[in-house]
């Protein structure tokens, strides 16, 4: 069993920056990898980032490649989302959540366990 609390989150101006933080507890949270999804009012949820168990590997939407950056620290159970040049577009609840296997790291139905979400505003 993993629990996952997101924090961070608020309003920004456009070009600016934000950290998203995602606390996790349960004993084996090392061995999942996790992702950062965002859903935006009246569309569906999509993936933004993921990254491996080991912290190795790293994965990207295309919308935020080059601008967001995924970390994650084992010894503190805790998931990072670096999130800079904001656009208003990245306006969305963006939700932690952790998956077993890497090959599913864009499908969010695959995912076990999820987070309440945080809010964030960009505005233009």
């Known amino acids: 069993q993993v629990q996952l609390v997101e924090s961070g989150g608020g309003l920004v101006q456009a070009g600016g920056s934000l950290r998203l933080s995602c606390a996790a507890s349960?004993?084996?949270?090392?061995?999942?990898?996790m992702g950062w999804f965002r859903q935006a009012p009246g569309k569906e949820r999509e993936f933004v980032a993921a990254?491996?168990?080991?912290?190795?590997?790293?994965y990207y939407a295309d919308s935020v490649k080059g601008r967001f950056t995924i970390s994650r620290d084992n010894a503190k159970n805790m998931v990072y989302l670096q999130m800079n040049s904001l656009k208003p577009e990245d306006t969305a609840v963006y939700y932690c959540?952790?998956?077993?296997?890497?090959?599913?790291?864009?499908?969010?139905?695959?995912?076990?366990?999820w987070g309440q979400g945080t809010q964030v505003a960009v505005s233009s």
């Open positions: 990254v491996r168990w080991s912290g190795g590997a790293t």
């Open positions: 349960g004993r084996f949270f090392s061995s999942y990898a």
């Open positions: 959540a952790a998956v077993t296997s890497w090959v599913f790291v864009r499908d969010s139905r695959r995912y076990d366990y």
